[in-house]
Structures are given as structure tokens and as C-alpha cells.
């Protein structure tokens, strides 16, 4: 994660801004040992993050959202050069999913932090994000929109899923390959194509569901005769040889 304030300012705090700082608390009252096993992680990384965590404070130096975060998807949404009619697109839009926040809007004000939602925990009686967040995150999405199109990893969008009622329609989003007659998914091509689906999304300001299977960026194309209600498929071509 990286603190990125200099262009654009935060738009509002996170609406479970007392859940996080909740996990503040916790995270900050954890030796360096401790902190290590929940991130699992080399010790260059871990003795970074540690400082990071012992000088948090939830309200100072906030970065937008959707700026600081440094992973593969957020690279190729490229948000930095987006139009200002495409980042109210995406902040009317776009929810990102967060172990330590919850749920954000892409304004929504943040500091740099290290939790995976998968992370286990020992905080009261939750053993793990997933207890602590339970049906929060889903019914704050659910409050929003009944049609939820599915960009995130399986480990954030159980957080969804496991909620789901009749009302809610959402729709996964797989990017992958045919490899020996199935449909393969390859994590960093899938990180990069989720990130192209958002700027995909904003660039054409897209609102219905049929316009999505226009996507045809990093050689993937909308498979019809794979996907259905529930699941878009799409399938990465393998491009024609060049010469010069």
C-alpha cells in the first residue's frame, strides 16, 4: 500500500470506520512475533508492517481508497488517469472489499495497513475476519444494489456469497484459459483482467448487464456457450504470431 493524498483528498471516512479501529486496537496490543504469524510473511516485510501498525492512526494523512492500493488489479484499473466523469463512475460504482475496513467507496479515507481476510484472529470471541465481519459487509452491499457484478478473489467474495438471498442477483466474473477441456483460471492473468473489467467498466459507463460482455481486453472474449445467469465466462485467446 502506499499514501498517495498530493492530487486528489479523501471524500468521507469508512462507514465501519469503529470496526476498524476495533482491529487497530487489537493489532497494536500484538508483539512483533504475533503480528508475523498472522501475515505469514518474510521478516523484511513484517518488521515494515510492524511500524506501520504501532504508528497507526485512523485519521491522520488518509489516502483515497482506491489510490492506495499497490496490488496487480489496482495497477491495471489505472485510476491515476482516469477522467473525473470515469472516478464518479467508480465511486458511485465500485465497492472494494477490505479484511481491515470492511467495505470501502473508492474516496473513502484510509492508511496503509497489512490484513488478509483470511487471517486468523483471536479477538473476544471471533477466531477470524470472517466471524468478525460476519454479515456486514454483505448487508451494506445488499443495502446498495440487488445486482452485484463479482471482480473479487474467492477469499473476499465469501464474504458475499455466503449472504446471498433471492433478491440479490450477483454475477461472477471468470477470466480464464481452456487447458485440456476445462476452464482454467491463472491467478496474476485473472488479477490483470479484473483490473481491466473496472477500467473497461468506467471508461464505457457501463449499467447493464449485457454491455459487460463487450469485454474483449488482454485477448479475452465473453463466452456464451460457457457462461450462465450466474457466471460470465470469459476466455483468454492466444494472439496470431507476428513477423516483421
Sequence with gaps: MKIDNDVFSHKQMPLFIEEAEVLSKYLKRL?????????????????????????????????????????????????????????????????????????????????????????????????????????????????????IVNLASKEYSKCISKYLTKEIKLINCVFGEIIGGKVIEKGTLAKMARGEMVRFMAENNICKLEEIKKFNRLDYTYKEDLSDNNNFIFIKEKPLPSTL
Design 31 to 147: 508483539t512483533y512475533d504475533q503480528l508475523k504469524t498472522i501475515w505469514n510473511t518474510s521478516d523484511n516485510i513484517a518488521i515494515n508492517n510492524f511500524d506501520i501498525i504501532k504508528k497507526m492512526d485512523l485519521y491522520e494523512n488518509l489516502t483515497p481508497a482506491i489510490l492506495g492500493y499497490e496490488g496487480l488489479q489496482y495497477q491495471y484499473i489505472r485510476p491515476e488517469v482516469f477522467t473525473y466523469n470515469e472516478l464518479d463512475y467508480i465511486e458511485d460504482h465500485l465497492r472494494i472489499l477490505s479484511g481491515f475496513y470492511g467495505v470501502l467507496k473508492p474516496f473513502d479515507g484510509i492508511v496503509r495497513y497489512r490484513l488478509e481476510m483470511q487471517s486468523k484472529i483471536l479477538l473476544g470471541d471471533y477466531e477470524s475476519l470472517y466471524d468478525y465481519w460476519a454479515e456486514k459487509i454483505a448487508k451494506s452491499i445488499f443495502k446498495e444494489s440487488k445486482c
